[in-house]
């Protein structure tokens, strides 16, 4: 009887261990998971904000160009 205990316990102990670590494995895929998302938030904020340089530039020459040609003028 009381090795059965004893058996009973320490299956239950491994129980205890592979649901403990199936959780930290879950918690690190989903970490993981989470960073890789930051990280591609992050690489697409920096594209769109380049984007919004470029047209800005692209404006500002194009606007520059005209009012140098003399088809702006520089009070409108």
């Known amino acids: 009887m009381e090795r059965r205990c004893l058996t009973?316990?320490?299956e239950s102990d491994v129980a205890r261990r592979?649901?403990?670590?199936s959780s930290k494995m879950q918690?690190?895929?989903?970490?993981?998971?989470m960073?890789?998302?930051?990280?591609?938030?992050?690489?697409?904020?920096a594209v769109e904000q380049n984007k919004d340089k470029a047209v800005i530039r692209h404006l500002y020459v194009?606007?520059?160009d005209q009012i140098r040609?003399?088809?702006?003028?520089?009070?409108?």
């Open 8 to 10: 009973l316990n320490s």
């Open 18 to 21: 592979k649901d403990e670590f």
């Open 27 to 33: 918690a690190a895929v989903f970490s993981d998971k």
């Open 35 to 45: 960073q890789k998302m930051d990280s591609a938030v992050e690489k697409i904020s």
């Open 62 to 64: 194009e606007q520059t």
């Open 69 to 76: 040609s003399g088809c702006l003028s520089a009070g409108t």
